[in-house]
C-alpha cells in the first residue's frame, strides 16, 4: 500500500477549504474537514467533492466541530493524525467584525491558539498553515511584504495579527513547523456575496438579466490587490512543502480601485456602471484600509509561486461565471455534478438523518 498523506482543513465549507480540499484530492491525499453544525445545509462549496464514506476509496471526510471547542480540537487531531493542518476557518468579513469584535476575536483569533494547542496536546508532528491577511498591513501605505509593519484597522485585523504571532510563537517555543500565508484578496466565483467582487459580479449578471435594478455600495476608492484563489490555493500548499518553515505574502503586485472593478464588470456586459451603483453609508467602515498592494517576490524566488491572474482579468471571468450561475440555479462550480443523492449520503455518513 502505498503511503497516503493525511490532511484536515479547518474552513473547508469556504471559498478556499473548497479549492484547497480539491486540490489535495487530487494529489492523492486523505483529506478531513471541519464543518460547523448549522440549521441549513453549508456545504454547497464542496458538494461536488463528496463521494459516501461507505465506499471503499472515498478519501474526504467531513467532522462535525468549531474553532472555540478546544476540548472538540484535540479528540479529533488524536483520531485523524493529519500530517499537514491547514487553519482556514475565520469569521473573515472585515465590515462584521466591527459589528461582532467579541466573536471575531474568539474565533479569529483565540480560535488559532486552540488549534495549535490541540496539535500540541496531540502530540503531533504535523505541519500547520496559518490563514493570515493583508488586513493586518492596515494602515501602512503599499507596497507590502514580509518585512512591512502591521498596523490593523479592525477587530478582524486584530484578531488576524494574534494569530500570526501565535502561530511564529509556536514555531519558536516548541520547533514546530508552522507557517503564516500572509494572502492578499483573492476571489473566485466561489467567493461569499457579501464581499466586494463577487457582490458586484453577481450584481451585474442579475442587472443584465434584467432582475436587478440598482447596486448600493460604499467606498468606491479602496484600493486592492486582488488575485485569482485557485492559484493562491497552490501557494498555501507550496509553504507546507519547503525545507524550512517560513511565512509568505501571496499578492499580484497589482492594485485596483472597486471603482475600477466595476468598470470592468458592467462593460463586459455592455453596461455603464455608473447607471446602476448608488452609494449607501451603511457599507462604509469605521476605520477603512484604503490601500493593499502585495509584494510577493519571496514566494516567487522560494516557492516558485508565480500568479497569473490579475484582478480585471478576474472581474470578466466572475462575472462570465454569475451570468452562466443564473441559468445554473446560482451554482456554478457544481456544473457537472448530481446533487439529487449526495445530502442524503453525506447526512447518512455523518450520524444525522
Ligand atoms: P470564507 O468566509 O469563505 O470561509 C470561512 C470558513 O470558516 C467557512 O468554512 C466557515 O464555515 C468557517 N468558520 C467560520 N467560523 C468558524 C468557527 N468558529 N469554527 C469552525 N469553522 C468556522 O473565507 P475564505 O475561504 O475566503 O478565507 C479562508 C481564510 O483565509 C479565512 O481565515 C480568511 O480570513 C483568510 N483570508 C482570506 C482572504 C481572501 O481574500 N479570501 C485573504 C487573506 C486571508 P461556514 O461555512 O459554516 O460559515
Ligand atoms: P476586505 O474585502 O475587507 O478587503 O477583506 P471586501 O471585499 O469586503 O472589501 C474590499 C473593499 O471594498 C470596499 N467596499 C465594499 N465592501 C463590501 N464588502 N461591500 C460593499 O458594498 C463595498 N463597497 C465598497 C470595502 O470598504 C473595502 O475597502 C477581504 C476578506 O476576504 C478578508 O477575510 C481578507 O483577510 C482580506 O480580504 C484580505
Known sequence: MPFKKVAFITGITGQDGSYLAELLLQKGYEVHGLIRRASTFNTARIDHLYTDPHDIGT???????????GARLVTLLSEIKPQEVYNLAAQSHVRVS??????TGDT?????????????????????????????????????DENTPFYPRSPYGAAKLYSYWVTKNYREAYGMYA??????????????????TRKITRAVARIAAGQQHELFMGNL?????????????????RMLQADQPDDYVLATNVGYTVREFLETSFSHVGLKWDDYVRFDER????????????????AKTELGWTPTVDGLQLAKLMVDADVEALAH?????????????WTSKKN???GVD
Open 59 to 69: 478519501r474526504l471526510f467531513l467532522h462535525y466541530g468549531d474553532l472555540s471547542d
Open 98 to 103: 466591527f459589528d461582532e469584535p467579541e466573536h
Open 108 to 144: 479569529t483569533g483565540v480560535g488559532s491558539m486552540r488549534l495549535l494547542e490541540a496539535v500540541r496536546l496531540a502530540g503531533l508532528h504535523c505541519r500547520f498553515y496559518q490563514a493570515s491577511s493583508s488586513e493586518m498591513f492596515g494602515a501602512t501605505p503599499p507596497p507590502q
Open 179 to 196: 507557517v503564516n500565508g500572509i494572502l492578499f484578496n483573492h476571489e473566485s466565483p466561489r467567493r461569499g456575496e457579501t464581499f466586494v
Open 221 to 237: 476608492d479602496a484600493i486592492r490587490d486582488w488575485g485569482y484563489a485557485a492559484e493562491y490555493i497552490e501557494g498555501m500548499w
Open 283 to 298: 457599507y462604509l467602515r469605521p476605520t477603512e484600509v484604503d490601500a493593499l498592494i502585495g509584494d510577493a517576490t519571496k
Open 329 to 341: 440555479e446560482g451554482r456554478p462550480w457544481i456544473d457537472t455534478v448530481k446533487l439529487d443523492s
Open 348 to 350: 447518512a455518513a455523518l
